[in-house]
């Protein structure tokens, strides 16, 4: 099982970041989400798009756009925060305001849910049962390993899951790494999935049977200033391959990967797993 996620958060993250401004980008960013989505056509593929409160808000239109092609909607939270130990007041606010913006603009519920960076961790993941809450289904914000913000590694499972937690529950579906040169690397998303030749995508693919893909528009815009920030104790030299190794090939090497391969939304993924016969993870 394959499954196609994208975090839409590009239209307002270059002011935020100080890395540009939105009226250089905008154009390119509509320019790359109509050549995904006429790709997904063209396959028939249904995906989930995580979007951002901030996004519904200053760019409605895009929203609509995604949900009006037929595609699951997902809340990437509104503010884009790296959630390290949030109260609750301010992931309920947080994420009670993203839901209302982005459903206004769908006039749908929206099911499904990403944390910023994979922040829910071992120490925050009380955050789950504030989401099951809100009435999100279906959580995709667990990194099962290391990485440099956010990250679960105690979170064992690299399946999707029945999560139960403060008499509450929510179906997971986690990113799956796999096992490469000995180390844990996430291949379906980010500078990973650029940096391999196509081959090596391919051949792990096939050999996995369940991969939780994660893309971003920036992934693609090979026109994009190489510019970047890095989070502490980060080098320069991580940071710009996390953001730009293999971007001038990427949306190459991404519609190859559309065509050899069945891709689906969380939703339908939901639809085509038996839950009865996962264990359930007690929290
Ligand atoms: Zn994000």
Known sequence: MNILTFDIEDWWGYDYYKLGNRQDWKPRLDK????????????NIEATFFILGEVAVSNPSVVRCIADRGHHIGCHSF????????????????????LNTIED????????YR????????????ILSVLAEAGI???????????????????????PGKIEIDGVSIKEFPIAPSTIWGREIVYSGGGYFRLFPYFKIKALTVDSNYVMSYFHIKDFDKEQKRLFTTLDGESALARYFKNYVGL??????????????????????????????????HM
């Open 32 to 43: 790359y989400l109509q050549d995904i989505l006429d790709l997904l056509d063209e396959r």
């Open 79 to 98: 503010s884009h925060t790296f959630w390290k130990q949030p109260t609750e007041k301010e992931i309920r606010e947080d994420t009670y305001k993203a």
């Open 105 to 112: 603009c769908t006039g749908q519920k929206v099911t499904a």
């Open 115 to 126: 944390a910023p960076a994979f922040s829910i961790t071992r120490e925050n993941c009380w």
């Open 137 to 159: 289904l279906y959580d995709c914000s667990i990194f099962p390993t290391s990485r440099s913000f956010g990250g679960f590694p105690e979170y064992k499972s690299k399946f």
């Open 248 to 281: 001038n090939t990427c949306f190459k090497k991404f519609t190859k990967y559309i065509y050899d391969f069945d891709f689906c939304s969380v939703k339908e993924a939901d639809a085509k797993i038996n839950w009865d016969e996962l264990p359930v993870i």
